[in-house]
């Protein structure tokens, strides 16, 4: 599916692309409505339906990745509710071979992500993850998410790359159209971000389920 020698940058999402992304799924649908019922004495079933509809008005904006945005709109502390679970956070199946093939394979690797700096302190320690890239980027850093054509620019402005000798892989397909429009050549998305959820059956950019399936068969 890669032609690797034709690659020169790989940019990586991490949630729902490295890291398995039930558990920020678990979080924001079943974690925080029922401690936010807890701890303001509501109950869970009329907490979980609006807490979700506020959450989902603010896809795609920056608001949507924003921790401090959400212990503000909610008066919880969202950073230290996600560590009563922080037993969740862990690599997509062969996401860490993927990446270890990566640092032999000597590609420059950044972690391009929407996460904010908040939640990337709470899950690189966890994981390791900032061992293997060579750069890390954040929306949170500019203020403008991976949805906007702002972002790819700003990217470019601190870590140069060729648009053509260029692979993303990402599991957010709005994302991945984003990129496509800036010019980037190679887009791979994720068909099971979610390992609790079924697989995406249909997907506009080409999915993979496992790193494997875009490894050369003679790994270096």
């Known amino acids: 599916m890669i032609d690797w020698k034709s690659i020169n940058t790989v940019l990586l999402d991490m949630d729902g692309t490295l890291l398995d992304l039930h558990f920020d799924s678990h979080f924001w649908l079943e974690h925080l409505p029922h401690r936010y019922a807890e701890l303001h ?6 907490v979980q339906t609006n807490l979700i509809a506020q959450i989902m008005a603010e896809k795609g904006r920056l608001n949507w990745y924003s921790l401090d945005y959400w212990s503000e709109r909610f008066d ?3 950073l230290s509710l996600k560590r009563e679970i922080q037993h969740l956070i862990g690599f997509r ?7 270890q093939w990566l640092k032999v394979a000597h590609p420059r690797v950044v972690l391009a992500t929407n996460a904010d700096r908040k939640s990337l302190a709470l899950k690189l320690p966890l994981t390791g993850l900032d061992e293997y890239v060579d750069f890390i980027f954040s929306s949170s850093d500019i203020g403008i998410p991976k949805e ?6 700003a990217l470019m402005e601190v870590e140069p790359f060729d648009p053509a000798t260029t692979l993303l892989i990402d599991d957010n397909e709005s994302v991945l159209a984003s ?7 190679q887009l791979i998305t994720i068909s099971q971000p979610d390992s609790q959820s079924p697989l995406r059956q249909m997907t506009e950019f080409p999915a993979v389920t496992r790193f494997a399936e875009l490894q050369p068969v003679n790994k270096p």
Request: proline share 0%; aromatic share 14%; net charge negative.
């Open 41 to 46: 004495k509501l109950e869970k079933s009329s």
């Open 76 to 78: 919880v502390d969202i």
């Open 93 to 99: 199946v062969d996401a860490l071979d993927f990446l």
């Open 148 to 153: 906007e054509q702002g972002y790819w620019h």
């Open 179 to 185: 990129a496509q429009q800036f010019g980037i050549a």
